[in-house]
């Protein structure tokens, strides 16, 4: 993706990863989570404000800092570094709240056809898998990097 | 320069590693959210389009 994007950090098995959203408001730590799940090889992507206090990621709070564009771009950074490094990985993604679920989907539909070129998507509506459409309203994303 | 121009166009980003990061790696975060999806990857199941075989742990 060549829109821009924050500069990234990650742990060295590159499952935890951050950056600081530098916005209209201030700066805010952001860490994105890629968390193993009872099926090997998929894991749950966990995106968030960091709390310094706690170390914890706040899902639910809406940051408004003017940079949502920038800030998707650097999750999708993630994406493609995380898949770079875990080739047979899929990842889940959902929001945590149905309103963030949404943006993830508007997110994706922007971008979908520079990530299709090195990305399957799946959106689930019920208990059905389809290709990703926009317009929809899924309720999770699975992604998985194109051999 | 013509670096500078292939590193704009990388889609793998070139990451830091921050060591400080490592703790996060063991926690479980969103243990509620995490829970949920697996009870929903187990009762909807994987895409019959990618499946062939796959691994419960």
Known sequence: ?147 | MKITTELKKRKIPIVKIDKSLNEYDDKIQFPEKLEKANEMLKKVGLPKQWTSKLKYD
């Not at chain 1, 639910?60 to 771009?73: F, Q, R, Y």
């Not at chain 1, 898949?83 to 997110?107: C, F, Q, V």
Request: aromatic share 12%.
């Open chain 1, 1 to 147: 993706m060549k829109l821009p994007r924050y500069p990234l950090a990650s742990s060295d098995k590159m499952m935890t990863f951050e950056f600081v959203s530098e916005g209209k408001n201030r700066l805010i730590h952001k860490l994105v989570r890629y968390q193993p799940t009872n099926l090997k090889d998929l894991y749950n992507l966990a995106f968030g404000d960091k709390d310094h206090s706690t170390g914890e990621i706040d899902d639910k709070v809406i940051s408004n800092n003017g940079d949502s564009e920038k800030v998707l771009a650097t999750v999708v950074a993630t994406v493609y570094a995380f898949t770079d490094k875990y080739p047979e990985s899929w990842i889940y993604a959902t929001g945590s709240t149905k309103a963030r679920t949404r943006l993830y989907r508007m997110g994706i539909s922007k971008y979908l056809n520079e990530v299709t070129s090195d990305f399957e998507i799946l959106g689930q509506l019920g208990d059905d898998w389809e290709d990703f459409e926009g317009g929809k309203d899924y309720e999770g994303f699975l992604v998985r990097r194109k051999k």
